[in-house]
């Protein structure tokens, strides 16, 4: 009997940490459709922010990474 729930038990962690992804993805995405809605139009910005909010938020990373890329105005 111990042998099954050690099973259970590691069946278990492996399930949520497939589970919690998906989760976050869809919290990104109604994020971005909710902000999108109320205001007509989407930003970088506000996608930098969803995309912060639903995955950064939970690591102890520096702010440093999570800088947007700039482009070129003339789009080269």
Do not use: Q
Not at 22 to 30: I, M, P, Q, T
Not at 58 to 70: D, Q
Request: glycine letters at 4%.
């Amino acid at each position: 009997m111990p042998m099954f729930l050690g099973v259970m038990a590691l069946s278990l962690i492996v399930a949520s940490a497939i589970v919690t992804p998906a989760f976050a993805l869809k919290r990104y995405f109604n994020c971005v459709t909710e902000i999108a809605n109320k205001s007509g139009k989407l930003t970088l910005a506000d996608v930098n922010s969803c995309y912060n909010k639903e995955f950064h938020s939970s690591h102890s990373s520096s702010s440093s990474s999570s800088t947007a890329p700039t482009f070129p105005a003339n789009g080269k």
